[in-house]
């Protein structure tokens, strides 16, 4: 069945948009009468019927929806600052959304190699890769803003930073335990945190930890740490 | 201080191939008396100095040559069929290359959508992986082979096997233990394993393992498989 995302649904009537329509329409050849899914992001999966098969603006009917609880024991945000390539933001976009991730914020460091970053485009990744991995929930991802505003406004949630030199700490498997629920990653930029900024996050609660011994790029480290909460906290499911 | 990829390390003389002198002279302009570290992929770190900054063929003497130890405490292998774009793969072995592999083999399977691998390109990735990640042993790579041939010579390894349909069988990281130290992991193609295969692999000694509730792309399952191991295991160091 085909999965198309719909932020705002309910049931009873709903079009899509120009760029939804021509998707569904011209490029999957779906016809009036058809059946489709539909995804909010929030939880809720749809069915649906095309009533209007225009290429431009199809509409139809919702029929059923069904409220998924989140498939995960446990919330996980991670902060990064974009890197230099913006490829390398977008795969880890996709892959920490397949894996399983709630919040993806992008900080700036001092060392930071790139100013800016298109929330539009990371976002068209993200369902993208919540319709693959049928997941009903879409990551919130945060406008780039500076790393002190961001460790103001961080929250209770366990916190845990990485940057190069941050061996001989304790690897993140052996310092996350089973009865978290709320974990906050924060990972170095491709030009590492100042001392500043590590003393800084300390001081904010964020605990240093260690990916293994090799130096790891910026995305590789957090799609590891990702992928170490995943497995550690899958134990406890 | 610069890395060089030299297979054949010893002390005394070396000259770079036209690719490597080029490299070395005219990217990095590098000079005679210039001092660089060499590394064999076999664990050989050497230093050495520039005696003719020639850009087609740059010679040198290697001073000096130090053996380290394997960094990690467990041996991996990964047997993967190649993804449809070649890009995906690309970014799984330098990522599987940064956070530690032994060996990445690839394999043709019924549903596979891709039948020929560029090695000699993977091998580039790899080596500039290793470079980046400060590793001294290069991972092997397999030719692309018949997924029954692969499990032929499999050998005697802890061998694990994911595929899309393998829940509610126990994540990775549970079923892992600490004392295991040669790991085999096999994962499904896009199209994912048939029946057929499935069959064969666990009778060849492969264990049905999950890698969480959401559907992976291959190239996340892999990923997340060896980030798991290394996490798992980081902790019996």
């Avoid at 009036?32 to 509409?59: F, M, S, V, W, Y």
């Avoid at 795969?91 to 001092?110: H, M, P, Q, R, Y």
Wanted: aromatic share 6%; glycine share 4%.
């Amino acid at each position: 069945m085909q999965l198309f995302y719909y932020p705002n649904l309910s049931l009873g009537a709903f079009s899509f948009n120009e760029e939804e329509s021509k998707h569904c329409i011209k490029v999957l050849r779906n016809k009036t009468g058809d059946t489709l899914q539909l995804i909010d992001g929030k939880g809720r999966l749809a069915q649906a019927i095309i009533t209007k098969d225009h290429p431009k603006k199809c509409e139809g009917e919702i029929t059923q929806v069904t409220l998924f609880e989140p498939n995960r024991s446990y919330q996980l945000a991670l902060s990064i600052a974009p890197t230099k390539q913006h490829e390398r933001i977008d795969w880890l976009v996709e892959k920490a959304c397949e894996i399983g991730i709630d919040e993806i914020n992008f900080i700036a460091c001092e060392n930071s190699e790139r100013e800016r970053i298109n929330i539009d485009r990371l976002q068209k990744i993200c369902i993208s890769a919540i319709k693959q991995s049928k997941q009903y929930y879409l990551p919130a991802l945060g406008e780039l803003k500076p790393l002190r505003d961001h460790l103001k406004t961080a929250s209770d949630w366990q916190k845990y930073i990485a940057w190069c030199e941050t061996n001989p700490t304790e690897h993140l498997a052996q310092q996350l335990n089973q009865s978290e629920k709320k974990i906050h990653l924060l990972i170095g930029p491709e030009g590492d945190f100042s001392a500043k900024e590590i003393s800084l996050s300390q001081e904010a609660g964020y605990h240093p930890i260690s990916l293994g011994s090799n130096i790891l790029r910026t995305e590789t480290a957090a799609i590891t740490a990702v992928a170490t909460v995943a497995a550690v906290l899958s134990k406890s499911l």
